[in-house]
């Protein structure tokens, strides 16, 4: 298994302002993955994130937008830039150990 | 393009009754099927992988089972804990590709 945390938990923020969101496991891992979550949906891949270089970004989903850095084996940042309400959703961080898919709590992000 | 369906989306139990939730996929190619389960405002929790036909994994009260086009999770003598959306999700066959699709999941609710 995996132990994943994230911060913030939760977050209200105002319209155009920017997000970054941490994610930190408990061991190093080569890939990271952010997912998000809308209101009553299912998940939705936004990008994978390998430690050395660029993240991958899913259809729908632009760097300028959402850049993701990746600085070690254990810790990545997911930033909403220029937030609007529709990138209301939960965030969710995801690691991958020995083929299975492991979540970290989510951040609960509304934009007002 | 790869499509999971689950079944039904809700479903309500007493306490002791047992019963299945389905999951429908269409693939490229199946590396993977996972079921999670995920409490309100929190992250999945992971279950199962299911990789082959015909394979079948059990934990507690649950047991995940796999065809060439759809797995179930049965659930037996279901307690008010086990109230939970499940989630299924596949992953492609194409190494290199470690993306999740994820349905919209099932809510079940088991009624004391």
């Known amino acids: 298994s995996a132990v994943i945390s994230q911060k913030p938990s939760r977050d209200i923020c105002q319209r155009g302002t920017s997000l970054t969101i941490q994610c930190q496991v408990d061991?190093?891992?080569?890939?990271m993955f952010w997912y998000r979550q809308q209101p009553g949906q299912s998940l939705t891949l936004i990008a994978t994130?390998?430690?050395?270089?660029?993240?991958?970004?899913e259809s729908g989903f632009v760097i300028d937008k959402f850049p993701i850095s990746r600085p070690n084996l254990t810790f990545s940042t997911l930033t909403v830039s220029n937030m609007s309400p529709e990138d209301s959703s939960i965030y969710l961080c995801s690691v991958d150990r020995g083929g299975e898919q492991y979540f970290g709590p989510g951040t609960r992000l509304t934009v007002t | 393009e790869d499509q999971v369906t689950q079944s039904p989306e809700a479903l309500r139990l007493q306490e002791g009754e047992s019963s299945s939730l389905n999951c429908s996929y269409t693939v490229s190619g199946l590396r993977g099927l996972f079921w999670y389960r995920q409490d309100p405002g929190k992250g999945p929790e992971f279950l199962f992988t299911l990789y082959s036909a015909g394979e079948e994994k059990e934990k507690e009260r649950l047991k995940a089972t796999l065809t060439k086009k759809e797995s179930f999770l049965h659930i037996t003598a279901p307690k008010p804990e086990d109230s939970a959306t499940y989630l299924c999700?596949?992953?492609?066959?194409?190494?290199?590709?470690?993306?999740?699709?994820f349905g919209t999941g099932t809510r079940l609710t088991i009624i004391p």
């Open positions: 061991s190093q891992v080569t890939m």
């Open positions: 994130a390998n430690q050395g270089s660029e993240a991958t970004y």
């Open positions: 999700a596949v992953r492609p066959a194409n190494f290199g590709n470690e993306k999740l699709t």
